[in-house]
């Protein structure tokens, strides 16, 4: 519909910096040219640190696996009754969803991208994402089996396999607002979802909208996101407290056994 009414949808097209121009205008670079804005949204993720140097202590790329499991016979699907997430003392959470044809989508197992020898540089700080490891792949393999009583006596096949970059920040939840805090008027981000993008991102992403459509502060909104994810430069410069965990983790679990 946007298209039909004259949008210029670019798709595929690295930014490469974004620049300022003396009458408060924005210069989006890109391979294919520039375009001259007055509004700028960063729904860049876990790359943002690739345009916004600003964070880049805050919101870090993190590579992510995710499978599609088939049961084996396929008329005979073993029932789940729900979305799952599974906790444990790892850093990250595996998380599941049945789908209407019976496979079942699970994503995590984030310890499978840490080395033998405690190298997280394939995982933490990673935007990678065009392999998948064996390890991974073998993680997933008996996944429901292991886990669901219901399961115990079928066999799965893991039927697509691929990895993603994510974006971890240094409190646990995502940017969201106007960037005058830093400098950039009439910049917004929509950023750092901390794996958990699909029940934040959509009205985080029509709030900055809206601030844009009203000339408003994304806190003047009279229906707005979550204080938290508000955006200050306080809060940026805060200390990672998400990478000091992961740094912890792979201390007591890695570095012990070298």
């Not at 400098?183 to 909208?209: E, N, Q, T």
Request: charged letters at 25%; aromatic letters at 10%; a neutral charge.
């Amino acid at each position: 519909m946007c298209v039909a009414k004259g949008l210029n949808l670019q798709t595929n097209t690295l930014v490469t910096k974004v620049t300022s121009t003396d009458n408060g205008k924005w210069v989006v670079h890109t391979p294919r040219g520039t375009t001259i804005c007055g509004k700028v949204v960063y729904c860049t993720n876990g790359y943002t640190k690739g345009l916004l140097e600003e964070f880049s202590n805050t919101i870090v790329p993190q590579r992510g696996v995710c499978c599609s499991i088939e049961a084996a016979d396929k008329d005979h699907t073993p029932h789940l009754t729900n979305t799952y997430g599974l906790f444990t003392s790892r850093p990250n959470s595996d998380y599941l969803i049945n789908r209407p044809d019976g496979t079942i989508i699970v994503g995590g197992r984030d310890e499978s991208l840490i080395k033998p020898n405690g190298d997280i540089s394939g995982w933490f700080d990673c935007v990678d994402d065009t392999y998948v490891d064996e390890v991974s792949k073998a993680e997933f393999k008996d996944y429901m089996k292991k886990r669901f009583s219901t399961w115990e006596n079928t066999d799965s096949d893991v039927s697509k396999i691929w990895s993603g970059i994510l974006g971890f920040t240094n409190d646990y939840l995502p940017y969201v607002g106007e960037l005058d805090v830093i400098g950039k008027k009439g910049c917004y981000i929509v950023a750092g979802f901390h794996g958990h993008g699909m029940p934040r991102v959509l009205f985080s992403a029509k709030a900055v909208a809206t601030c844009i459509t009203q000339n408003k502060k994304v806190h003047e909104l009279e229906y707005t996101i979550p204080k938290g994810f508000f955006v200050s430069k306080e809060r940026i410069e805060k200390p990672n407290v998400y990478e000091q965990g992961i740094h912890k983790f792979v201390k007591e679990h890695y570095d012990a056994k070298l």
